[in-house]
């Protein structure tokens, strides 16, 4: 799809999170180097989600060959999942982390009908840190595009989509660690960035944050620290530990939080939620945030961790999404591969030009 217009003045903007969705897509784990000795239990995550996810909606579910498209089958056999919401295409990939070198859709209004495109930006395996194999999964949306026959438009500029989230409505919400890391586009100013985002993904404003906690291979990418849930309230993690390795970055971070505004200049509502217990692997602290969860058409997934916070989180954004069912999905396992659930997931808006 080529035109001298940007996505934004076409009209197209990225829908929150929350606007109607026609499916979630996931790609089944394989990665042996990602979870050496957990990969059986983290392909049981994935089953309890797509259990979960395709109850109300699709699951477009990614597998690599024919021997991981039986050992789905395998997986799945005897469960309550809903098969016929359940769409199993070949794309192979190096791992699993869709929200972030796969697709970020946009969407916009005609009259009656609502069309949708997906934006395909550069992945550069987080700032260049991981061996090359992961970098061909740049070419994820492109492929996607052709196997679902959705319009596409290429861009230059490198992106994860667990960098961003939005409201909907004109608020673009990304951290200064991770999106002015020279490690990602280093030849592009502040305002090229800004101007970026706004032309393709129909932003008004961007809000920027600092912070990363603890175990983020990403340089702090927002879906572990700071979410969306309306178009005028944010959910933002907290620690009130004071001997936390992550409690100055996340107190600077409410501290920031505390002090923005939407486009009107009215400040926006914030509600505080806990981080869990730490969890390690071979004494290094791992990235678990209950930020990290998935918002569907019926549900709120959110990563649990074992441990007695896990019910205050589910309680804290039960009363965010009161007209959706909030799930825990123990995500201990699946968390050792430095995301959750938000990262391996990647949401397709409702489109009334695609069935």
Same mark, same amino acid.
């Given at each position: 799809?080529?035109?001298?217009?940007?996505?934004?003045?076409?009209?197209? $903007?990225?829908?929150?999170?929350?606007?109607?969705?026609?499916?979630?897509?996931?790609?089944?784990?394989?990665?042996?180097? /990602?979870?050496?000795?957990?990969?059986? $239990?983290?392909?049981? /995550?994935?089953?309890?989600?797509? &259990?979960?996810?395709?109850?109300?909606?699709?699951?477009?579910?990614?597998?690599?060959?024919?021997?991981?498209?039986?050992? %789905?089958?395998?997986?799945?056999?005897?469960?309550?999942?809903?098969?016929?919401?359940?769409?199993?295409?070949? *794309?192979?990939?190096?791992?699993?982390?869709? $929200?972030?070198?796969?697709?970020?859709?946009?969407?916009?209004? $005609? &009259?009656?009908?609502?069309?949708?495109?997906?934006?395909?930006?550069?992945?550069?395996?987080?700032?260049?840190?991981?061996?090359?194999?992961?970098?061909?999964?740049?070419?994820?949306?492109?492929?996607?595009?052709?196997?679902?026959?959705?319009?596409?438009?290429?861009?230059?500029?490198?992106?994860?989509?667990?960098?961003?989230?939005?409201?909907?409505?004109?608020?673009?919400? =990304?951290?200064?660690?991770?999106?002015?890391?020279?490690?990602? #586009?280093?030849?592009?100013?502040?305002?090229?960035?800004?101007? =970026?985002?706004?032309?393709? &993904?129909?932003?008004?404003?961007?809000?920027? %944050?600092?912070?990363?906690?603890?175990?983020?291979?990403?340089?702090?990418?927002?879906?572990?620290?700071?979410?969306?849930?309306?178009? !005028?309230?944010?959910?933002? *993690?907290?620690?009130?530990?004071?001997?936390?390795? #992550?409690?100055?970055? *996340?107190?600077?971070?409410?501290?920031?939080?505390?002090?923005?505004?939407?486009?009107?200049?009215?400040?926006?509502?914030?509600?505080?939620?806990?981080?869990?217990?730490?969890?390690?692997?071979?004494?290094?602290?791992?990235?678990?945030?209950?930020? #990290?969860?998935?918002?569907?058409?019926?549900?709120?997934?959110?990563? #649990?961790?074992?441990?007695?916070?896990?019910?205050?989180?589910?309680?804290?954004?039960?009363?965010?999404?009161?007209?959706?069912?909030? %799930?825990?999905? !123990?995500?201990?396992?699946?968390?050792?591969?430095?995301?959750? *659930?938000?990262?391996?997931?990647?949401? %397709?808006?409702?489109? =009334?030009?695609?069935?």
């Amino acid at each position: 799809m080529t035109t001298d217009q940007t996505l934004k003045q076409q009209g197209y $903007r990225m829908p929150a999170e929350w606007e109607r969705q026609q499916a979630i897509i996931l790609c089944w784990p394989h990665n042996l180097g /990602t979870w050496p000795f957990q990969l059986d $239990r983290v392909e049981k /995550t994935c089953v309890s989600l797509i &259990l979960e996810i395709a109850e109300s909606q699709e699951v477009w579910l990614t597998v690599n060959d024919d021997h991981e498209l039986q050992g %789905v089958l395998d997986a799945i056999k005897g469960t309550r999942i809903n098969r016929q919401n359940l769409k199993i295409l070949k *794309i192979p990939t190096h791992d699993i982390w869709v $929200r972030d070198f796969g697709p970020i859709f946009v969407v916009r209004e $005609r &009259l009656s009908t609502r069309e949708r495109l997906i934006t395909h930006w550069r992945f550069n395996g987080w700032g260049d840190k991981y061996e090359e194999e992961f970098l061909g999964d740049t070419h994820f949306p492109e492929v996607l595009a052709g196997a679902q026959r959705e319009k596409i438009r290429d861009l230059d500029f490198i992106l994860e989509g667990g960098s961003i989230d939005v409201n909907g409505k004109g608020l673009l919400i =990304t951290s200064t660690n991770c999106l002015l890391n020279n490690n990602r #586009n280093s030849q592009l100013t502040k305002h090229d960035i800004e101007k =970026t985002l706004r032309e393709n &993904l129909g932003a008004e404003k961007i809000i920027w %944050v600092d912070g990363e906690i603890t175990g983020d291979d990403t340089d702090g990418h927002i879906d572990d620290a700071v979410r969306f849930v309306s178009e !005028d309230k944010l959910v933002c *993690i907290s620690e009130d530990n004071s001997q936390d390795t #992550n409690y100055n970055a *996340i107190k600077h971070l409410n501290e920031q939080l505390e002090l923005i505004t939407d486009i009107e200049g009215r400040p926006l509502n914030l509600v505080r939620l806990p981080m869990p217990d730490p969890v390690y692997c071979s004494g290094k602290r791992l990235p678990a945030s209950y930020a #990290n969860f998935l918002i569907t058409n019926d549900k709120v997934l959110v990563p #649990n961790y074992r441990c007695k916070k896990d019910a205050v989180a589910i309680d804290i954004v039960q009363e965010l999404f009161k007209n959706r069912k909030v %799930v825990g999905i !123990d995500c201990t396992d699946l968390v050792y591969g430095f995301g959750a *659930i938000h990262c391996i997931s990647q949401q %397709v808006p409702a489109s =009334t030009t695609h069935s």
